[in-house]
């Protein structure tokens, strides 16, 4: 027999053994199997596919309601804390000083003596004064004596002018002016304290020598302190006394302190802007000096209002993005005041309407948006 009828005789035979044909069959099955799932796959992800492409497409936006509500107008400024009662206290006359009470921090009352200037002169100017009057008022009674029988005929005033000549002549009357300025001057050696206060930037110290007109001390009112402000004349028309502020210093923002309107400067500066003076209700750790800020609320009438982020600038003119139905429609606006987080909007909108807050910047009319949120999202 051919060797090649033998390979095809056992080729043959190995075809036909039972393991080969359940190989085959498993194998044309896996085949089948694979390609019905591939197409199930695809048949099940095609619909979700274009659904997701669909939701990428929108826009995805925050909104917030278009409210009508009274509206908070707030009016922001800073400035410098001030005493009601608060005065620098120089000496009127020179001296020793005999008496110093006065330090930095102390708290006095009313008509307390704080310093003592040495009177010695001024009581030397007013015992010899007084010696000099006493010699001039005698010397003055014996001219009188010589004038009695001319004055007896003289109208009252006359007799008056003729007395008034022989004082003068006499010494009396400029003696009676050393006296008189004599113990002004003494009073003047005793310095009291104006009204009860705090002593500040005390300058002198006991045996100090002082000059007239020299700064000796600052006293100020602590429970009656007020800040100082500027706002524009805009707003000046808004105030009243008696508004309800809050004042904060600088210094420690955390804290804050209830004040009301009390003054309205009426006169407006070369910048624009009128001085107000808020009174402190209660003024705790704050001292004169102290830079604040202050924040006074307004209540105004109801008011249609919307977050400030829904406004959008196109072409100069204020747009705000109402969703509905899914897309975004644009509306001019007309604004009105705002209070730093909402905005007045006095005409182009209606209450209840969905304002668009995120995400406007680049809208268009009609563009498809969906809310949700952006971080999320993102």
């Given at each position: 027999?051919?060797i090649?009828?033998?390979?095809?005789?056992?080729?043959?035979?190995?075809?036909?053994?039972?393991?080969?044909?359940?190989l085959?069959?498993l194998?044309?099955?896996?085949?089948?199997?694979?390609?019905?799932t591939?197409?199930?796959?695809e048949?099940t992800?095609?619909?979700?596919l274009?659904?997701?492409?669909?939701?990428?497409?929108?826009?995805?936006?925050?909104?917030?309601?278009?409210?009508?509500?009274?509206f908070?107008?707030?009016?922001?400024?800073?400035?410098?804390?001030?005493?009601l009662?608060?005065?620098?206290?120089?000496?009127?006359?020179?001296?020793?000083?005999?008496?110093?009470?006065?330090?930095?921090?102390?708290?006095?009352?009313?008509?307390?003596?704080?310093?003592?200037?040495?009177?010695?002169?001024?009581?030397?100017?007013?015992?010899k004064?007084?010696?000099?009057?006493?010699?001039?008022?005698?010397?003055?009674?014996?001219?009188?004596?010589?004038?009695?029988s001319?004055?007896?005929d003289?109208?009252?005033?006359?007799?008056?002018?003729?007395?008034?000549?022989?004082?003068?002549?006499?010494?009396?009357?400029?003696?009676?002016?050393?006296?008189?300025?004599?113990?002004?001057?003494?009073?003047?050696?005793?310095?009291?304290?104006?009204?009860?206060?705090?002593?500040?930037?005390?300058?002198?110290?006991a045996?100090?020598?002082?000059?007239?007109?020299?700064?000796?001390?600052?006293?100020?009112?602590?429970?009656?302190?007020?800040?100082?402000?500027?706002?524009?004349e805009?707003?000046?028309?808004?105030?009243?006394?008696?508004?309800?502020?809050?004042?904060?210093?600088?210094?420690d923002s955390?804290k804050?302190?209830?004040?009301?309107?009390?003054?309205?400067?009426?006169?407006i500066?070369?910048?624009?802007?009128?001085?107000?003076?808020?009174?402190?209700?209660?003024?705790?750790?704050?001292?004169?000096?102290?830079?604040?800020?202050a924040?006074?609320?307004?209540?105004?009438?109801?008011?249609l209002?919307?977050?400030?982020?829904?406004?959008?600038?196109?072409?100069?003119?204020p747009?705000?993005?109402?969703?509905?139905?899914?897309?975004a429609?644009?509306?001019?606006?007309?604004?009105?005041?705002?209070?730093?987080?909402?905005?007045?909007?006095?005409?182009?909108?209606?209450?209840?309407?969905?304002?668009?807050?995120?995400?406007?910047?680049?809208?268009?009319?009609?563009?498809?948006?969906?809310?949700?949120?952006?971080?999320?999202?993102?």
């Open positions: 027999m051919p090649h009828s033998t390979v095809a005789k056992n080729s043959f035979n190995l075809l036909h053994t039972p393991w080969v044909y359940v085959t069959t194998c044309v099955l896996v085949s089948f199997s694979c390609n019905d591939n197409a199930s796959n048949d992800e095609l619909p979700f274009k659904s997701q492409q669909s939701d990428t497409s929108k826009t995805i936006v925050k909104t917030a309601l278009a409210t009508e509500a009274p908070n107008y707030i009016i922001q400024s800073s400035g410098k804390i001030r005493s009662h608060e005065r620098i206290v120089t000496s009127e006359i020179g001296g020793s000083l005999l008496v110093c009470n006065a330090f930095t921090g102390k708290m006095v009352l009313s008509n307390e003596i704080i310093l003592k200037v040495d009177p010695t002169l001024i009581q030397y100017r007013l015992k004064a007084e010696l000099s009057l006493f010699n001039n008022e005698k010397e003055y009674q014996s001219q009188l004596l010589g004038y009695e001319l004055l007896k003289k109208p009252t005033a006359e007799a008056e002018n003729i007395k008034k000549k022989l004082k003068i002549s006499s010494g009396l009357l400029p003696a009676e002016q050393e006296i008189s300025e004599a113990q002004y001057e003494l009073k003047k050696t005793v310095i009291r304290a104006p009204f009860a206060g705090v002593l500040s930037d005390v300058k002198v110290e045996g100090q020598q002082i000059r007239s007109d020299q700064q000796l001390f600052r006293i100020y009112d602590p429970y009656n302190l007020l800040l100082e402000i500027k706002v524009l805009a707003d000046l028309f808004l105030l009243k006394t008696g508004a309800v502020a809050e004042v904060s210093p600088l210094a955390t804050r302190y209830q004040a009301r309107v009390a003054e309205i400067n009426p006169y500066d070369e910048n624009g802007m009128a001085l107000i003076k808020l009174k402190l209700s209660k003024t705790g750790v704050i001292y004169p000096g102290m830079n604040c800020t924040t006074i609320k307004i209540v105004s009438n109801r008011s209002t919307v977050p400030r982020e829904a406004i959008v600038m196109h072409s100069d003119r747009v705000v993005f109402s969703m509905e139905k899914g897309a429609n644009w509306n001019y606006v007309t604004l009105g005041r705002t209070n730093g987080k909402e905005v007045e909007v006095l005409s182009g909108l209606k209450p209840g309407v969905k304002v668009i807050t995120t995400n406007n910047l680049q809208l268009a009319h009609h563009a498809p948006v969906k809310e949700g949120s952006i971080d999320t999202e993102n």
